[in-house]
C-alpha cells in the first residue's frame, strides 16, 4: 500500500461485525478489508458509528462471541483469529498485538498502582519474579518519559494527571514488545500540547520497535502527523484508502471531499465559509440502500441509472494512482474533474 | 464580521479575578484558594468575535460564566455598554439577562428531556414576562426554522434529535431574546467534524443576520482561527496574548502561544516532515499554587531570572497586539 518496504503483518478480509439489538440487527462493520505491514502506520478515520473502534476491538478478539456476530478473516502474522481457540487469542493479545484506549482513567483499575498493573500484564506472558516484572516497569515508564519511574510506579492512576496516565497506558501496552499496536483515539481526551507530546511519543516508539500500528481517530490533523496509509470508514464500510499523501491531495470520495471541507485550517487564513456535508449520519439499523452515503452526497444525482440508490458501490482502484482505492458510482473522469475544479480551490 | 466605524466595547473587563476557596474540616476553614481566574483585561467590541483559547483549567470556561454573571468575581469590575454589572443581584440582572445569553458545550446536558423543543427556547419569553407579536409559538417556531430546524418539530422532545440538531435548539434558545452579546463555551467541540462545519457556519450566518457579538470560548484553535476576529490567549488564569486573529497565527510574540500553534496537527502530510515542532515539557502546574512570577516560566525555554520575580503585565507591543512577557518575539 505505501513505499514502506516490511511484510504483511495484519491483513484482514471482509471483516463483518454485526450486533442482535431489541431494535434490529446493527451492522457496524459491513465487509471491511485492510493490510498493515510491519514499521508502517494505518490510520482510521470515521465519525463516531462508523466503526471504527469496532473494527480495532474485531482484530483485538475483544467481541463477546455470545453477542456479535463475526465473519470474515483476521490473520496475524498468518494465523487466522476469527474462529480460533479463545485460549490461543488471549494469550497473543498483549503479546503480539496490545491497545491503547482513549481514556485511560476507565482503562486502568483504580484500585491498582499503576506499577502492579503493569507487572500483571508482565507476568501473564513471561514467567518472571516480581521483582524483575517491576525492574521493567520502571525501565518502560521510563522510557514513555515519566518523571521518577522508580517512584511513579507506586502511585495509583488518579495521581497521574492526563498526560502521564496516557502515557502509563502505553507503557502497559509495550510491556510485552507487541509487533502491532491499535491506538484508538489516543490522543482525542488531552490538551495540544499533550498531544503532540503523545504523537511523538508513538512515532518514536514504532521507529525503535519497527512494530505495525493502527491509529483509529477523527482527527484528520492527527492521521496526517502520523498514517502512512488511510483508511476512510462511513456507515460500516471503507469507502476511500490509499497512502496518505494520495488521500490529502487528489481524494477521490464525496465523503472524503466533505470531511476535507469541514475542517478549519489552522496553516492558512480562510475566510470563506466552511463547506460541511448536509445531514447527518445514518443509523447502523437502517443503513441507506445503494451507497450508504447518497442521502447526504451532493452528487448522486450525477451517474446514470441511478446505480447510487440501489447498488452499493464497491471498492475499486484509482487508474493510475498505486494503491488508491474509492467506492462511488461516478465515473473516475468525472470525479477527478470535480475535485480539481470544484472541491480543490476551495480548500 | 469586522464593524465599520469606530470599534466601540460593549463589554468591558477590568483585573477580573476569581477564586475558588478550599475548605478543610468542620468549620470549613479556607486552606487555600483555586485562582481560576487571576486579573483579566480586555474589552469586547460591538459585532466582533472574540475568540478565547486555552488548554485545559485554564480558567477559559470560568471567564465566560463571570462575564454572563453565573459567578460572583472575587474581584474586577465588568461592565455591559458602561453600566457596571459585577456585583448585581439576581433580579438586578434580569434585564441584562436578555442582552447577554450564553451557548453551552454539551447538546446532551443543556437541555431538559422533560420538556418539549417549544417549551426550552419559549422559555426566555416566559422568564423575561415578554409577550411577542404573534404568540410566542409562532416566535419560537420562527426561530427554529432560523437555526435551520423545521417548525414541526415544536412538540417534540431532545432525545429525539442528534447531536448537532440539539446544538441548534441550544442556539435557538440562545437568541430568543434577540441578545447583543452571546458567549459560547466550546459550542462545537462535542459534535463530528461534518456537523461540527455546519454549526460553525450557521453561528457566522447568525452574526451577520443578527449583528451579534460573540466570545467563543474553544480550545481547537482551528475552530478559533476560522471564527474569531480578535484571540485572547490564557495560560493557567492569565491572559497571555490578545491580538487580532492574522498577527496572532503568522506572528505570535508570546512563547506559549507559539509552542500551542506548533502543537496543532496540520492535516497535510507533506508538511510532516518540513515542521518544527516546539515541545513543552510536563503538564500546566496546579492553580492552588501557581509559580511565582510568569506562571508560564517552568515550561518556558526562555525563561530567566526576572521571570521568578516579576509577573510580566499585558502591554501593548505593537498596535492592537499585547503580549505579557519579558522577552516577546
Known amino acids: 500500500m505505501s513505499e514502506q518496504t516490511g511484510e504483511v503483518f495484519l491483513s484482514v478480509r471482509d471483516l463483518k461485525i454485526h450486533f442482535d439489538t431489541d431494535d434490529g440487527l446493527v451492522k457496524s462493520v459491513d465487509g471491511i478489508s485492510f493490510d498493515v505491514r510491519r514499521g508502517s502506520t494505518l490510520g482510521i478515520v470515521g465519525e463516531s458509528g462508523s466503526g471504527k473502534s469496532v473494527t480495532s476491538l474485531g482484530v483485538m478478539g475483544l467481541h463477546r462471541t455470545a453477542r456479535a456476530r463475526i465473519s470474515g478473516e483476521v490473520h496475524l502474522d498468518g494465523e487466522e483469529l476469527i474462529g480460533a481457540d479463545p485460549d490461543r487469542v488471549r494469550r ?20 491498582f498502582t499503576v506499577g502492579a498493573q503493569i507487572v500483571e500484564a508482565y507476568r501473564v506472558h513471561h514467567a518472571v519474579d516480581r521483582r ?17 519511574p522508580d517512584r511513579r510506579v507506586d502511585d495509583y492512576p488518579h495521581q497521574f494527571s492526563g498526560g502521564m496516565r496516557q502515557r502509563a497506558m502505553i507503557a502497559m501496552a509495550l510491556v510485552n514488545n507487541p509487533e502491532l499496536l491499535i491506538a484508538d483515539e489516543p490522543t482525542t481526551a488531552l490538551d495540544v500540547t499533550v498531544q503532540a507530546q503523545i504523537l511523538d511519543l508513538i512515532r518514536d516508539l514504532q521507529k525503535e520497535f519497527g512494530s505495525a500500528v493502527i491509529i483509529i481517530t477523527h482527527d484528520l490533523g492527527v492521521v496526517a502527523e502520523l498514517a502512512d496509509d488511510i483508511l476512510v470508514m462511513y456507515a460500516g464500510r471503507c469507502v476511500e484508502r490509499g497512502p496518505a499523501e494520495a488521500l490529502f491531495t487528489r481524494p477521490r470520495h464525496p465523503y472524503t471531499w466533505g470531511l476535507l471541507g469541514s475542517m478549519p485550517r489552522i496553516d492558512r487564513e480562510q475566510t470563506d465559509r466552511l463547506i460541511p456535508v448536509k445531514g447527518s449520519p445514518p443509523s447502523l439499523i437502517n443503513v441507506p440502500e445503494g451507497c450508504a452515503f447518497n442521502p447526504r452526497c451532493p452528487y448522486a444525482d450525477v451517474p446514470e441509472g441511478g446505480l447510487t440508490r440501489t447498488e452499493r458501490p464497491e471498492l475499486t482502484p484509482v487508474p493510475g494512482d498505486d494503491g488508491h482505492h474509492s467506492a462511488c458510482h461516478l465515473a473516475h473522469e468525472e470525479r477527478t474533474r470535480i475535485w480539481t475544479e470544484e472541491i480543490a480551490p476551495k480548500l | 464580521m469586522t464593524n465599520p466605524g469606530p470599534p466601540e466595547a460593549l463589554l468591558t473587563v477590568e483585573g477580573l479575578v476569581k477564586h475558588f476557596p478550599i475548605t478543610k474540616g468542620v468549620l470549613r476553614r479556607q486552606v487555600g484558594a483555586v485562582q ?8 469586547v467590541r460591538t459585532g466582533e468575535t472574540l475568540g478565547v483559547v486555552g488548554e485545559s483549567g485554564c480558567g477559559k470556561s470560568t471567564m465566560g460564566r463571570l462575564i454572563t454573571r453565573l459567578l460572583e468575581p472575587t474581584a474586577g469590575r465588568i461592565e455591559f455598554e458602561g453600566r457596571d454589572i ?13 442582552d447577554v445569553q ?13 420538556h418539549t423543543v417549544g417549551t426550552i427556547v419559549g422559555a426566555p419569553f416566559r422568564l423575561q414576562g415578554i409577550a411577542p407579536e404573534g404568540g410566542v409559538k409562532k416566535e419560537v417556531q420562527g426561530l427554529l426554522e432560523l437555526v435551520g430546524l423545521s417548525p414541526e418539530h415544536y412538540n417534540r422532545y431532545p432525545h429525539e434529535f442528534s447531536g448537532g440538531q440539539r446544538q441548534r435548539i441550544g442556539i435557538a434558545r440562545a437568541l430568543a431574546l434577540k441578545p447583543k452579546l452571546v458567549v459560547a463555551d466550546e459550542p462545537v467541540s462535542a459534535l463530528d467534524v461534518s456537523i461540527q462545519a455546519q454549526v460553525v457556519n450557521l453561528l457566522d450566518d447568525l452574526q ?19 471564527v474569531s476576529d480578535r484571540i485572547a490567549v490564557m495560560y493557567l488564569g492569565k491572559l497571555v496574548e490578545l491580538t487580532d486573529r492574522t498577527s496572532l497565527y503568522t506572528a505570535p510574540a508570546h512563547p506559549y502561544t507559539k509552542a500551542l500553534l506548533s502543537a496543532v496537527p496540520v492535516p497535510d502530510p507533506r508538511r510532516r516532515t518540513q515542521r518544527k515542532r516546539i515541545l513543552l515539557n510536563g503538564d500546566v502546574p496546579s492553580p492552588i499554587s501557581p509559580p511565582s512570577g510568569c506562571r508560564f516560566r517552568t515550561r518556558c525555554w526562555k525563561s530567566a531570572e526576572v521571570c521568578s520575580e516579576q509577573e510580566p503585565p499585558l502591554l501593548e507591543l505593537r498596535t492592537g497586539h499585547q503580549v505579557a512577557c519579558h522577552f516577546p518575539e
Open chain 1, 92 to 111: 497473543l493479545r498483549g503479546s503480539k498485538m496490545a491497545m491503547i484506549f482513549q481514556d485511560p482513567l476507565s482503562a486502568m483499575h483504580p484500585y
Open chain 1, 132 to 148: 524483575t516484572a517491576r525492574k521493567r516497569a520502571v525501565e518502560l515508564l521510563d522510557r514513555v518519559g515519566i518523571p521518577q
Open chain 2, 36 to 43: 481560576a481566574v487571576d486579573g483579566l483585561t480586555f474589552d
Open chain 2, 86 to 98: 459585577t456585583h448585581l443581584g439576581v433580579s438586578g440582572m434580569r434585564p441584562m439577562r436578555r
Open chain 2, 102 to 114: 450564553m451557548i453551552f458545550q454539551d447538546p446532551y446536558s443543556s437541555l431538559n428531556p422533560r
Open chain 2, 208 to 226: 451577520d443576520e443578527l449583528g451579534l457579538t460573540y466570545v467563543i470560548i474553544a480550545h481547537d484553535l482551528s475552530v478559533i482561527r476560522h
